[in-house]
């Protein structure tokens, strides 16, 4: 056991030193949404931030509004693309906000400041397919009254924002009731296959051409203006000056002409975003920005070492934790049914919503991903030590007391290597459900196999989701040998019996 909790601190201490080498270079830290055109527009903004001569770490499809915005309110972030209609009508909500003043004297209070406008407004929309339009003789809005049979699919967002669906429905007294969330870029493959009928749309969206859609007019007016910003930390000014005046070169370049293109780009095209950034830069600004150039090798080897740095630290300390736990549950009875009931609730909890949870308590990265994983990693040890030293039969504890040996010795010399197959099989379940379990820490910056996954879904692109679904599975596939290989090299020779060439644990 000693030999195997020192070789999962060795992985866990050369990934964690290799991530911390990689993070004292970071100065100026990038943030984007989980849409194509957010990671556009910060791949643009790291392109801008090295021509400035910074270095800036770009943190992709960190999740929706709310997770940036109190990033960049925490620090953990420096700057992130915004729109002025979201500023107003979800970060600061219920606040009476006169003009452009106004609003950038709301956001200064905050420590928070502004660029102008990127130079195009990228509004909500309400979309249906054309031919769907043509048959119900819907073109705006307001006409959906007429057919309360439409299947409305939003985006997950859009369905709890105030400028969202509740405010629509009211604004245009719609009757439809049975909208429901979904992947804003599932929306559009819903459309396509029928599943739904109308869903939101971003005005600068490329798909909106590729699966010829019809943009229902606004016709009450309910959207308001949404001009891309740029957020940004005010005391980046004086930490990274260069950096805030190449951003403020980016104001009224981008024209919505442009962003489609961009947009279409990388959706459709499937280019990546660093090098259509590139091209914008050098197009519109005369800016000679190499894109990352980072090889599949490469890139499989980042993931590898963050994904890595999550498993093993977490599963580390869920040994530590869940060992002496699954002790005391399975000598103090009443002990042991409080601790197996509060690691059993937690294992209830679903994989999203921890890390969720984890957010306001720890921020967004690597480290509250580690907690929620620890945590769902406590039960099946926890269970498992408990399990193997409650079955121990009686003979064997009472020749134990016969000979003499003090409760910790017994419990070291006797209880604990006849529980070690048990001990082993929760480690090793902890481990698979770990791997597995990580690839969610994608969603709030953590890395890992699950950011190719989480890009692949957002760009359509299979061979993207098995750049991250296929070493997962490996990985998981390895510990699992590896554990088997150490079951058969912890367990004691005495518990185990040749039958038929097969080895056998008792």
């Known amino acids: 056991m000693k030999t195997f909790l020192a070789g999962f601190l060795l992985i866990f201490v050369t990934t964690a030193y290799s991530s911390a080498e990689d993070g004292r270079t970071a100065e100026v830290r990038v943030g984007s949404k989980k849409f194509t ?21 770009h943190r992709r499809e960190l999740g929706g509004t709310r997770v940036l915005w109190n990033a960049l309110l925490r620090g953990e972030i420096d700057i992130y ?8 009508e979800e970060l600061l909500a219920g606040e009476v906000i006169a003009g452009e003043g106004g609003l950038r004297d709301a956001l200064r209070k905050r420590g928070i ?11 909500y929309a309400i979309g249906m397919k054309e031919s769907s339009c043509n048959r119900m003789n819907i073109r705006r809005i307001s006409d959906l009254k007429r057919h309360p049979e439409i299947r409305f699919g939003f985006s997950n967002e859009f369905m709890e924002r105030s400028d969202g669906w509740p405010g629509l429905r009211k604004h245009y007294a719609l009757p439809q009731k049975g909208a429901f969330g979904m992947d804003h870029d599932l929306a559009y493959r819903g459309l396509e296959t029928g599943s739904i009928d109308a869903t939101d749309l971003y005005s600068t969206d490329a798909e909106i051409r590729y699966y010829d859609l019809c943009v229902l007019r606004d016709d009450l007016l309910y959207f308001p203006v949404y001009e891309a910003v740029l957020l940004y930390r005010a005391d980046l000014s004086s930490r990274a000056p260069e950096a805030v005046a190449a951003l403020k070169n980016l104001e009224g370049q981008i024209s919505e002409v442009a962003m489609i293109k961009m947009n279409a780009f990388v959706k459709l095209d499937k280019v990546a975003e660093d090098k259509v950034a590139a091209g914008f830069l050098s197009e519109r600004l005369s800016i000679t920005s190499a894109a990352g150039g980072e090889t599949l090798s490469q890139r499989l080897w980042r993931h590898t070492k963050e994904h890595l740095t999550l498993v093993c630290v977490s599963l580390l ?10 002790i005391i549950a399975a000598k103090w009875t009443k002990a042991g049914q409080a601790i197996l009931g509060i690691a059993g609730i937690i294992q209830t909890i ?15 990265g690597g480290p509250p991903a580690i907690v929620a994983l620890f945590l769902y990693s406590l039960l099946p040890i926890i269970r498992n030590t408990c399990t193997g030293l409650v079955d121990i039969p009686p003979d064997i504890r009472e020749s134990a007391e016969a000979l003499g040996l003090p409760q910790c010795a017994r419990l070291r010399r006797v209880e604990l290597p006849l529980a070690s197959r048990s001990i082993l099989a929760g480690i090793k379940t902890s481990a698979v459900i770990n791997v597995g379990t990580a690839t969610l820490g994608a969603l709030i ?21 098995l750049q991250g679904a296929v070493p ?35």
Request: no cysteine; proline share 6%.
């Open 317 to 326: 300390s869920a040994i530590l934790f869940s060992l002496p736990l699954g």
């Open 113 to 123: 400041l502004a660029t102008r406008s990127l130079g195009f407004n990228n509004t």
């Open 472 to 506: 997962a599975a490996l990985l998981a596939l390895l510990v699992q040998g590896l554990f088997e290989i150490m079951e058969r090299v912890l367990v004691p020779k005495g518990l185990r019996l040749k039958k038929g060439g097969m080895t056998s644990y008792l």
């Open 81 to 88: 693309p915004e729109y002025t209609g979201t500023i107003r």
């Open 445 to 465: 910056g953590a890395g890992g196999y699950g950011q190719p996954i989480l890009t692949g879904i957002r760009l359509d692109d299979t061979g993207l989701i």
């Open 350 to 364: 679903p994989s999203l919503a921890l890390l969720v949870f984890m957010i306001p308590l720890m921020g967004i």
């Open 37 to 57: 055109e957010s990671v556009i527009l910060g791949e643009i903004v790291a392109h801008m931030v090295t021509n400035a001569g910074g270095k800036p770490v």
